[in-house]
């Protein structure tokens, strides 16, 4: 495995891939290191999350899904993709897949006759339980030389930039 790339190193390449020229200004730099550090972590995360069945083989996010439906109790397939930057058929291909597997079922929705709740089953919760104890064991051998301070850090900057992203993405037409 090669050594990771030096920041500067790294923004250099940035630079090379996208045609972009040098920036005199450190923070710009740094923003694009970042976003492209967490554009690479995350797709290795999804390929660890479907080696360890946390995320379906296609790129859906069962255990996203169902973390939604654990935290909020039953909700209705659009309000499912509106917390996420998905399509509203791609949250009803997963619902339809863990239905099939028994993990949800569909409701009576008594504030729209359309559409419908997603609720987990007691076999739903039962496997929810399971991956999050996966995630967590997972979880909990990650970012070896960190510390809990460093993590919490690192969490609440990405929330920040993730926050600042949504609400730009809101004002485009």
């Known amino acids: 495995m090669l050594p990771p790339l030096k920041p500067a190193e ?72 509106e917390m996420r930057p998905t399509s509203r058929q791609r949250m009803q291909k997963l619902a339809d897949e863990l239905a099939e597997e028994g993990l949800v079922k569909f409701v009576d929705n008594p504030k729209h006759l359309r559409s419908k709740l997603v609720q987990l089953t007691p076999k739903g919760e039962a496997h929810y339980d399971d991956m999050s104890a996966r995630f967590r064991k997972i979880a909990s051998t990650l970012g070896e030389g960190l510390g809990e301070t460093d993590v919490r850090s690192a969490a609440a900057v990405l929330r920040r930039l993730s926050a600042d992203v949504k609400a730009r993405a809101d004002r485009l037409p």
């Open 10 to 81: 790294a923004a250099a390449l940035a630079r090379r891939k996208t045609g972009a020229a040098p920036s005199a200004d450190g923070k710009t730099e740094a923003v694009a290191e970042l976003i492209l550090e967490v554009a690479q972590c995350f797709f290795r995360m999804r390929a660890m999350g479907q080696k360890t069945g946390l995320i379906t083989s296609w790129g859906g996010g069962a255990f996203g899904f169902m973390r939604s439906l654990a935290l909020l109790g039953p909700l209705t397939v659009p309000q499912i993709a």
